[in-house]
């Protein structure tokens, strides 16, 4: 309790999430053991590395609590790939030690930089979804620490409830101490890829049922720009050869500080060059391979890459629509390419029918799109709205890790279990996503 009362920080200023759209006034005191209990009081949160966009890792006007310095390894079973590590251990740590082991994460989001707590709250996907389901398939048991002295060991027999409600649960049940998950076989750590361009929607939806059958990993890159809507088509499998080489030590560069303090790099002219080089780079077919750290987590070699927007930072946009009503992402491409608002390359890629044990995973069946859109204020506010009314009629859903706009009705049509979850949330605990979406 002392330890705490001294941790607790004055109050302070900050961008709070990766969208930097945010400028909370909350409190903030670090995690030091992962055997602490928080302070009593109410309007807490425990954050990892604010990877998310939005507002879920946010508390304006209470208290948050950095556990990014939990980052120690527990247990490693070299033999069975369990791995057992603290709330704060990035996916990007945790992958650099296993690999070299003939290990890896066996669903892993577009930046290594989140941490294992992190990546479980927001039952995070990867590009494998159609063949591996989220990121809480994986988790095998972790450590949920709550408000009235409670240590709960959670896994698919023991405190089920919790297990459920706190995979996907936006870090509302309670303060994860340390997490256990299964990692995966691999082989050879280089990936073999191929690039496929394609020039519209249609057929991106073709390649993805084409490349699923043959592809552990798929994505694609669309041009929000262009009517048409082309774009380059990502495929890979892990190579047959080449060994364990460690791929993780790439060096990282850094986005001047001036450009976050005002000169927004994205305007409509710069996505334009930047969108056509792009594709034009891309075109025809191309077989290549490459390292998992630049497969997987192509914008982690620009750190800070977030500030390209400037001070009133951006949005991003994440929405699945089940495969019926895929077609509404057409209306939507044409809806962004009119708006001129859309940023860098946008990613399209399907999600298959495995399914997550939680409660609340935004994962299911169907067509995701997510893109940046720089913060313009009532103008772009009004395209995502616009975005989102499409999205619900379409029977969706909306991303909490991304969003930091949509209304309740939203949230509580993209979640039917939510009843269900409510009854697990801590009584102490909350965030500036949970008031939003259930005001
Ligand atoms: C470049 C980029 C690419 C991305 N790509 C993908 C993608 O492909 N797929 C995808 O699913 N997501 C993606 N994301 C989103 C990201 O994976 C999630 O937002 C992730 O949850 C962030 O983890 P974090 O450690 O930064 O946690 P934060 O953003 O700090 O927090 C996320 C949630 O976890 C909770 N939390 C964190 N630690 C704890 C703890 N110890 N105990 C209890 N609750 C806790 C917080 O309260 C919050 O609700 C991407 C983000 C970026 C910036």
């Known amino acids: 309790m002392e330890r705490f009362a001294r941790l607790v920080a004055a109050y302070f200023i900050?961008?709070?999430?990766?969208?930097?759209?945010?400028?909370?006034?909350?409190?903030?005191?670090?995690?030091?053991?992962?055997?602490?209990?928080?302070?009593?009081?109410?309007?807490?949160?425990?954050?990892?590395?604010?990877?998310?966009?939005?507002?879920?890792?946010?508390?304006?006007?209470?208290?948050?609590?950095?556990?990014?310095?939990?980052?120690?390894?527990?247990?490693?079973?070299?033999?069975?790939?369990?791995?057992?590590?603290?709330?704060?251990?990035?996916?990007?740590?945790?992958?650099?030690?296993?690999?070299?082991?003939?290990?890896?994460?066996?669903?892993?989001?577009?930046t290594g930089f989140v941490t294992i707590a992190g990546a479980v709250a927001n039952d995070v996907h990867?590009?494998?979804?159609?063949?591996?389901?989220?990121?809480?398939?994986?988790?095998?048991?972790?450590?949920?620490?709550?408000?009235?002295?409670?240590?709960?060991?959670?896994?698919?027999?023991?405190?089920t409830d919790f297990f459920a409600a706190t995979i996907g649960g936006l870090g509302l049940t309670g303060f994860i101490?340390?997490?256990?998950?299964?990692?995966?076989?691999?082989?050879?750590?280089?990936?073999?890829?191929?690039?496929?361009?394609?020039?519209?929607?249609?057929?991106?939806?073709?390649?993805?049922?084409?490349?699923?059958?043959?592809?552990?990993?798929?994505?694609?890159?669309?041009?929000?720009l262009s009517d048409a809507?082309?774009?380059?088509?990502?495929?890979?499998?892990?190579?047959?050869?080449?060994?364990?080489?460690?791929n993780f030590n790439t060096s990282k560069r850094r986005v001047p500080a001036f450009v976050g303090a005002g000169f927004p790099l994205v305007n409509r002219l710069s996505v334009k060059l930047f969108n056509a080089a792009y594709i034009r780079?891309?075109?025809?077919?191309?077989?290549?391979?490459?390292?998992?750290?630049?497969?997987?987590?192509?914008?982690?070699?620009?750190?800070?890459?977030?500030?390209?927007?400037?001070?009133?930072?951006?949005?991003?946009?994440?929405?699945?629509?089940?495969?019926?009503?895929?077609?509404?992402?057409?209306?939507?491409?044409?809806?962004i390419a009119a708006s001129n608002q859309g940023s860098f390359l946008s990613v399209l890629k399907t999600m298959g029918s495995i399914k997550s044990p939680a409660l609340l995973s935004f994962c299911r069946p169907g067509v995701t799109l997510a893109l940046d859109f720089p913060n313009r204020g009532d103008k772009t506010k009004q395209l995502i709205a616009t975005l989102e009314k499409i999205t619900v009629a379409a029977g969706g859903a909306i991303y909490p890790a991304k969003d930091a706009m949509m209304s309740s009705e939203t949230f509580e049509k993209s979640f039917p279990k939510l009843t269900e979850f409510v009854k697990f949330i801590d009584p102490e605990f909350s965030s500036s996503f949970w008031r939003r979406v259930r005001a």
């Open 229 to 246: 809507g082309q774009g380059v088509f990502f495929r890979a499998n892990h190579a047959q050869e080449g060994g364990l080489g460690n």
């Open 126 to 159: 990867g590009k494998n979804h159609h063949v591996a389901g989220s990121f809480g398939c994986y988790v095998k048991r972790f450590e949920l620490r709550r408000s009235n002295g409670e240590v709960l060991i959670c896994s698919e027999t023991e405190h």
């Open 281 to 335: 780079a891309h075109s025809g077919d191309k077989q290549y391979t490459e390292t998992i750290a630049k497969f997987f987590y192509p914008l982690d070699s620009v750190l800070n890459w977030n500030r390209i927007y400037g001070r009133k930072g951006f949005y991003q946009f994440q929405c699945v629509v089940p495969f019926e009503s895929a077609e509404v992402l057409s209306e939507m491409l044409a809806r």
């Open 177 to 224: 101490a340390w997490v256990e998950i299964a990692l995966k076989p691999l082989h050879h750590s280089l990936m073999a890829v191929e690039s496929v361009s394609y020039s519209s929607y249609k057929e991106f939806l073709t390649l993805s049922a084409e490349s699923e059958k043959t592809h552990e990993y798929c994505v694609s890159w669309i041009d929000c």
């Open 14 to 110: 900050m961008n709070d999430s990766w969208g930097n759209l945010s400028k909370a006034t909350q409190a903030q005191s670090n995690l030091v053991w992962r055997s602490d209990s928080l302070p009593a009081m109410q309007n807490k949160l425990v954050v990892g590395n604010r990877r998310s966009y939005g507002d879920v890792c946010v508390n304006d006007g209470g208290t948050i609590f950095d556990a990014t310095g939990l980052n120690k390894f527990i247990s490693f079973d070299k033999a069975t790939g369990v791995v057992r590590c603290e709330a704060g251990v990035t996916l990007w740590q945790l992958a650099k030690i296993a690999v070299p082991h003939g290990w890896f994460l066996p669903v892993t989001p577009g």
